[in-house]
């Protein structure tokens, strides 16, 4: 079982490049959500969807976009990288959100670099 | 304003001996608590939760209290081994009946087991 797959694993981008961070997941699960962890801070959440074609906001959305068209699959979108995007990003799933806090299984990050 | 706080940075213990880290939180709405154990180049991985009608949780050698009261927690690691070293972030949940909206983390705590 691959659980969640993130590509890629190092990135280097210029201020106002666009790229694509990719997530994927083979367990079947209904929640998807991206994170990103700075120095000194803990992880903070950026988007999630909660099925297929249903994606929302988290704590820190601006300068990125998500879609969700397959169970599978949740890429993140940044449309004109800044160096405040530098960061290490995890892309996490889990079976459902019912509030109960349910465990999320992580990928192992992308770590981003904007010049 | 951060509502998980975990105020020590680094801990460490020798090989053998309890490990004890702490957690603060300032959110009263906080219904269930997990721990995240992760390793470099790896994402967190689930490692104990607690729901907040509970005030202890046990899994073999991690204990997590909860003082609801005091609005702290700690995870207990008895004994502590060497490949408890890793960094581990506290989290919290909202019961909010959605939940889709993640967990907060804490900015984690670097435990390292001294041989």
């Known amino acids: 079982n691959a659980g969640v797959t993130q590509t890629p694993k190092f990135q280097v981008l210029k201020t106002g490049q666009s790229m694509t961070l990719q997530c994927a997941q083979d367990m079947n699960h209904e929640y998807m959500s991206w994170y990103r962890q700075d120095p000194g801070m803990g992880l903070r959440l950026i988007h999630y969807s909660v099925g297929a074609g249903i994606t929302d906001q988290g704590e820190v959305p601006n300068g990125y976009n998500v879609s969700r068209s397959t169970t599978e699959d949740f890429p993140l979108r940044l449309l004109s990288a800044a160096p405040s995007q530098t960061s290490v990003y995890f892309c996490a799933s889990s079976y459902s959100w019912t509030g109960g806090g349910e465990k999320l299984f992580f990928?192992?990050?992308t770590q981003l670099s904007v010049l | 304003d951060q509502q998980v706080k975990q105020n020590s940075p680094s801990l460490s213990v020798q090989e053998g001996r309890i490990s004890i880290l702490n957690?603060?939180?300032?959110?009263?709405?906080?219904?269930?608590f997990l721990w995240y154990k992760k390793y470099p180049a790896e994402g967190p991985t689930f490692l104990i939760s607690i729901s907040s009608i509970k005030d202890k949780n046990e899994d073999g050698r991690f204990t997590v209290f909860l003082n609801k009261s005091a609005k702290h927690l700690s995870l207990h690691?008895?004994?502590s081994q060497p490949g408890d070293s890793a960094v581990y972030f506290c989290a919290a949940s909202l019961y909010s009946g959605g939940g889709a909206d993640g967990l907060t983390f804490g900015k984690g705590?670097?435990?390292i087991i001294q041989p």
């Open chain 1, 107 to 109: 990928g192992s990050g």
């Open chain 2, 23 to 32: 957690c603060d939180y300032t959110n009263s709405m906080f219904d269930y």
């Open chain 2, 77 to 79: 690691i008895v004994p």
């Open chain 2, 109 to 111: 705590t670097h435990l």
